[in-house]
């Protein structure tokens, strides 16, 4: 995806909406096609597939780990169903990019989210008085 405007921001929904729009049309895209799209397809498209997209030797090991047990989820008996249909990112347990955690617990370890909470809670405030006085 390249803009936010029109489409959520994060993939599950992204896969959920592609899933949906071609069934509505009454196509057959399976889970497995539409998660094959978002990863090894879409490295491809990025010119990236020779460092990311899949699990194999020499690419980087990013991975998205889901907790299974979440309401909306469980009981999973078809994962790949449950990650395009079902999945969002509040069910992210933990993720690793090139290896390195990066969220853990559901949570940013290394992040400053508080801080980061302020400066756009401030910066919607100064939007929001901007456009007050322009009307």
């Known amino acids: 995806m390249?803009?936010?405007t029109a489409a959520p921001s994060d993939m599950f929904a992204v896969m959920r909406a592609a899933f949906a729009a071609e069934r509505g049309r009454g196509g057959s895209l399976t889970a497995?096609?539409?998660l094959r799209m978002a990863t090894v397809e879409g490295a491809a498209v990025l010119g990236l597939d020779d460092r990311i997209g899949s699990l194999r030797p020499g690419k980087q090991a990013d991975l998205?780990?889901?907790r299974a047990g979440d309401?909306?989820?469980?009981?999973?008996?078809?994962p790949v169903g449950a990650v395009v249909t079902a999945a969002g990112p509040a069910n992210v347990d933990t993720v690793l990019v090139a290896g390195r955690v990066v969220k853990r617990d559901g949570r940013l370890p290394?992040?400053?989210t508080r801080g980061a909470l302020d400066?756009?809670?401030?910066?919607a405030a100064r939007i929001a008085r901007a456009v007050a006085v322009a009307l």
Do not use: I, N, Q
């Open 2 to 4: 390249d803009t936010v």
């Open 64 to 66: 998205v780990m889901l």
């Open 71 to 78: 309401l909306g989820l469980a009981p999973v008996h078809d």
């Open 119 to 123: 400066l756009v809670s401030r910066s």
């Open 32 to 34: 497995a096609e539409v």
């Open 110 to 112: 290394y992040a400053d």
